[in-house]
């Protein structure tokens, strides 16, 4: 089972104005196995690996059948604005975040514009 779903970007944050396509892909093991979720290919972002899969705990180690498709959105819409970097899954956006946040920060602002609301 596949679900096309869109992540706004937080009011306030850089990400503001961004509606983020994300798909998620359920396994027949579903609940016992977390949904993979992925941003489109070449996604900036210090947790979110070139193929575009999303690296968060809650869809890992700490991934409980209990977890809601709302708590798993909400958890990678909370995670574009606070990134883990140790837990680098990229290295261009890690090398931004550590090293350069103003440059960072832009692209994450041109990232955004890439992704108008659809509305």
Partial sequence: MVWK???????GT?????YFPVT???TENYPSNPPTCK???KFLHVNVYDSGDVCLSI???????SITMRQI???IQDLLDNPNPASPAQDL???LFTENMPEYRKRVRQQ????????
Avoid at 5 to 11: F, I, R
Avoid at 14 to 18: A, F, H, K, L, S
Avoid at 59 to 65: H, I, N, Q, T, V
Avoid at 112 to 118: K, T
Wanted: charged fraction near 25%; aromatic fraction near 16%.
């Fill in 5 to 11: 779903c869109v992540v706004p970007g937080k009011e």
């Fill in 14 to 18: 850089d990400w503001e104005g961004g």
């Fill in 24 to 26: 998620l892909h359920f």
């Fill in 39 to 41: 941003f489109p290919r």
């Fill in 59 to 65: 869809l890992g180690d700490a991934w409980k059948p």
């Fill in 73 to 75: 959105l909400i958890g």
């Fill in 93 to 95: 956006a890690y090398d």
């Fill in 112 to 119: 955004a514009q890439r992704y108008p609301s659809l509305l």
